[in-house]
């Protein structure tokens, strides 16, 4: 039987919100769910930062994902734009177009979605459900104190670049869903090859939002962003905003054990140029190196030091990115045209 | 040539909305577009009212649908939300999907949207886009006073029920571009039944968010919301959410001059259970009449009392809406299973 609209936001989604509401200690918002707005109340002293993401079927996932991973990584993405503010993650909405509603399907999206907004404290307090071609369209709100955002416009000559956890993965992840590496090794099931493969579909699917790593480097970086679109085209944002340039060791870019398995060319190209990442790409002085290893021991997070800002070679120029490998030759390698998920 | 996703932002909307910031004596948000989030920064005394809606097509609008129209109403939906609220438009976001970017298209659109941000000095403060079936998700951000929202669970027995408007004409203009009604009349250019199939037409594609209405309305109104999916379904809301009943005067309900000339059953269908009405239904004490009234002609629209709400026959009982016609008469007519836009 057809669910209506009604029926489905209080079967898969008010419930669970309310209930969650009733155990928080500090809610989310003063009117929730079930009215035509939600209202949120200010805090003082603090900023609310406000993102949105859409996740098309077949864009940004593929049709067959399983939902418990989708409804996880609809929020994980969003939850990453708030990590890369360093803003503390309050309250979403979720807008969610699908064609036929089916109960196994929902209820797996709703324990992906509620179990990540549970471990971070994050309630949802409005929506919209109708029929449509499967679209996910949330949009997250979090505190961030006046003054402590971690925008991407701070950058400065001198400071050194760092990104946190390993890079390329997702994207290897999806390669291997695609089949695009005819060649890549295929083991037997228990096998170093089926691990690794399990690992880098994972990171694809269930990105961790680097939020305790944000919160951490508030007053420490000059400017971070959530890698989504690959580090080359992120990082060039930074740079962009900040006016200024930068050199990076594409040897020093961290890499899983599963990644480091695939060719040289592969591993750069998913590390450089994938998508999907969700890992922090941050700069900060020299001074606060010890500062930023602790804060990603305190986040439980690998933190590693790529490369260093620098002056635009003139005001009116253009930034940009000079790789070399760790021998210090420049990189020769074509990342354009890559493509991958989000690719637009 | 395809459009890139940052060239498509920063063409038809990221200059909008930084030109329109650039004039705003207040702005809405601290940081705007470009960034991982906006960052709005609270009012002190007041809360944020936030709302999402999605429109897909060929559920919420046919294929064809002019551009700037489509603009104006996917703005226009979720300021409404902010009118039922009582709150006052402050910024929005806006999520885009499509097949293949058109610079006409996105022209248009961009134009019929940031027309009627502007008018209610309502600031694009971030989005995101991608490739997808056509899908417009935005989230709009509003301001009102602490205990000043109109919300849905404020209704108590002996208010008069009202309505803003005329209901039914968008439900009457839908049905004229489907051809649902071949025996209704098609006159020739410049006559009145030309003239009518304009005004309903107009009333599908451009509904006119009664922001001003839901303003005045504070302090005056017990309950509130923006008819959407029809007043029968909409109205039962407030009822569910105030555990009161109501009783309705169907031949008070308004109805437009371009309506009244199709059968009677047709009108009556068409405002009490016509969708995408986005007039206000409100429910206030009779000591209020006057200066209800009076909010109507500040705001400029018209406000007609068509009911009132009821107790519960018992504590345990069910809502309901008792329908009258003139005469007290019980109306004998079957709403349910009228299909619209949103009717899912």
Known sequence: MPLSEFSLIDRFFAHRARAHAGTATSPAATLGIGDDCALLAPRPGELLAVSTDMLVEGRH????????????????????????????????????????????????????????????????????????????CLTVFGDV???????????????????????GDARAGLALLRDEWPGAPHGKEGSAQVDDAAFLHR???????????????????????DISDGLAGDL?????????????????????????????????????????DYELCFTAPPDARRAIAAAGERARVAVTRIGTITALRDAAGAPSIAWHDAAGAPLSLTLHGFDHFNAD
Chains 1, 2 share one sequence.
């Not at 104190?145 to 890079?167: E, N």
């Not at 990171?203 to 962003?225: I, Q």
């Not at 040897?251 to 480091?260: E, F, G, N, T, Y």
């Open 61 to 136: 996932f593929l049709p067959d994902t399983d939902p418990h991973a989708l409804g996880h990584k609809a929020l994980a993405v969003n939850l990453s734009d708030l990590a890369a503010m360093g803003a503390k993650p309050r309250a979403f909405t979720l807008a969610l177009a699908l064609e036929t509603p089916r109960e196994t399907w929902l209820t797996a999206f709703a324990d992906g979605m509620f179990e990540l907004a549970e471990r971070f404290g994050c309630e949802l307090v409005g929506g919209d459900t109708t029929r449509g071609p499967l679209n996910l």
């Open 145 to 167: 104190p006046v003054g402590a955002a971690l925008r991407r416009d701070g950058a400065q000559a001198g400071d050194d670049i760092w990104v946190s956890g390993t890079l």
């Open 203 to 225: 990171a694809l699917e269930r990105p961790e939002p680097r939020v305790a790593l944000g919160l951490a480097l508030r007053g420490l970086a000059h400017a971070a962003l």
């Open 236 to 276: 060039m944002h930074i740079l962009e905003r900040s006016r200024v340039s930068a050199i990076v060791d594409v040897d020093a870019v961290p890499r899983s054990s599963a990644l480091q398995k695939l060719p040289r060319d592969t591993q750069l190209r998913c590390a450089l140029a994938g998508g999907d």
